[in-house]
């Protein structure tokens, strides 16, 4: 079945979520197995793929991470021998001080290449711009924050790097199509119908 008639089927009540996050588990081993082949990729804390499927609160959130970490996947097979050290060093770089106000700038200095030319290889190398996997990042790492607590939005913002929390309003929406708001509404939604 195509993916795009999966998740068809699943929002029409055809198949639950419990069974769409067991019918990903196997291909999500498939997926870290290739990352650990490679040994040049690791994932923030509690960002791999395993635990992004079992945090999945609602089919909307699982469908977000199967097509999130299906293009991760596709963007190692095909980059996988091209990778430049300096790219992976860039991306450690960037997952491990996504919180701080980080610029393009801060990581070309980490990895000892100029800004332009960092950001055409960072581009060509992992089908993404430098801000576009920032901002995926940070907004990843907001989902869990709202998960797992009840921090406001503007805290919430400041813990993964934004200033401004209308700015960051607007990038998370880009990225999940709901507010931060909206997001922590049918998170609580969801933790309320498992709990009760």
């Given amino acids: ?11 029409r009540g ?14 999500f081993k498939w997926v870290i197995q290739m990352a650990q082949d490679q040994g040049n ?8 793929p395993m635990n992004r499927l079992n945090a999945a609160q609602s089919l909307n959130q699982l469908e977000k991470v199967v097509r999130g970490v299906l293009m991760d996947a596709a ?3 095909r980059t996988q021998a091209h990778t430049r050290p300096e790219i992976d060093q860039a991306l450690d770089y960037m997952n491990a001080n996504y919180q701080t106000p980080l610029t393009l700038n801060q990581v070309a200095s980490h990895v000892h290449l100029s800004p332009c ?14 801000l576009e996997c920032l901002s995926r990042i940070r ?25 401004d929390a ?18 922590a509404r049918a998170v609580r939604g969801e933790q309320k119908k498992f709990q009760g």
């Fill in 117 to 130: 030319y960092l950001s055409r290889v960072f581009k060509r190398e992992t089908g993404a711009g430098f």
């Fill in 1 to 11: 079945m195509a993916l795009d008639q999966y998740w068809t089927a699943a929002r």
């Fill in 139 to 163: 907004v990843e790492k907001a989902m869990e924050l709202i998960r797992a607590g009840d921090d406001r939005v503007y805290e919430v913002a400041g813990k993964v790097g934004y200033t």
């Fill in 75 to 77: 963007r190692r097979v």
């Fill in 41 to 48: 990729f690791s994932w923030a804390a509690g960002m791999d």
């Fill in 166 to 183: 209308v700015y960051f309003g607007q990038i998370f929406k880009k990225f999940v199509h709901k507010t931060p708001q909206e997001f």
């Fill in 14 to 27: 055809q198949i639950r979520l419990q069974a769409c996050r067991e019918g990903f588990r196997g291909l």
